[in-house]
């Protein structure tokens, strides 16, 4: 398990699955090699990019290791009925076609046992809207780069609340020129800086709310 907790930290996505299978094989459960080994590097490449000890592309070289892992493991753990932890739902704003910042979060949030329904780029409200309606999640995650979508954001969260759902799930927001005042004025339930931040406040919504 160490082994494999050194690789993802390392960003081995070549040596990673097989490293996997080799566990599975040697009588290791899906289960505890995510809460053992893929969760715990992840929450290590969190604290080290946190830091400042690495950057960016380090970090995303660590997530697609991890990924990597976690498609060997995701047929088993569906196949086993193990419940997620939790369930949430991701997107870039209308008008914005920058994903860098949420695959990041996706991955977090799957490495962390989430399922995650992820609506991809230049995402409308209603589309925001129909999702949670259909996948009943604890959180949703909007997502900005540029300035000029942020109001997409509140018109999202104004939009759920209009269809009766903004009580039932806890929005978190994020991006390069998204701040906590911003979040506050526009209804959000949190302001993330980093993808870090964001899967630890899903983690904690969704164990309050079991």
């Not at 459960?29 to 590097?41: N, Q």
């Not at 780029?121 to 942020?150: C, H, I, K």
């Not at 954001?153 to 903004?166: H, N, P, Q, T, V």
Request: glycine content about 12%.
């Amino acid at each position: 398990m160490e082994e494999l907790k050194q690789l993802v930290v390392e960003g081995r996505e070549d040596l990673v699955p097989e490293r996997v299978r080799t566990l599975l094989g040697g009588g290791a459960d899906a289960e505890g090699i995510m809460k053992k080994a893929l969760i715990p590097a992840m929450d290590e490449v969190g604290g080290l990019f946190q830091s400042g000890e690495i950057y960016l592309p380090e970090m995303l070289v660590a997530a697609e290791a991890m990924k990597s892992g976690l498609a060997v493991l995701t047929p088993i753990l569906k196949g086993s009925g193990a419940k997620p932890l939790g369930r949430a739902v991701l997107g870039t704003m209308r008008g914005d076609m920058h994903d860098i910042g949420k695959n990041l979060v996706a991955i977090s949030l799957e490495g962390a046992g989430f399922e995650v329904i992820d609506l991809g780029v230049d995402v409308p409200a209603e589309a925001f809207v129909e999702a949670v309606r259909a996948n009943r999640p604890q959180v949703v995650g909007m997502s900005a780069l540029l300035s000029s979508t942020m109001p997409a954001m509140k018109s999202a969260i104004e939009a759920l609340r209009d269809a009766g759902l903004r009580d039932g799930v806890k929005i978190m927001v994020g991006g390069a020129p998204v701040n906590i005042e911003f979040a506050r004025e526009i209804g959000a339930d949190f302001y993330g800086r980093d993808s870090v931040a964001g899967k630890v406040f899903a983690v904690e919504t969704a164990t309050a709310s079991a």
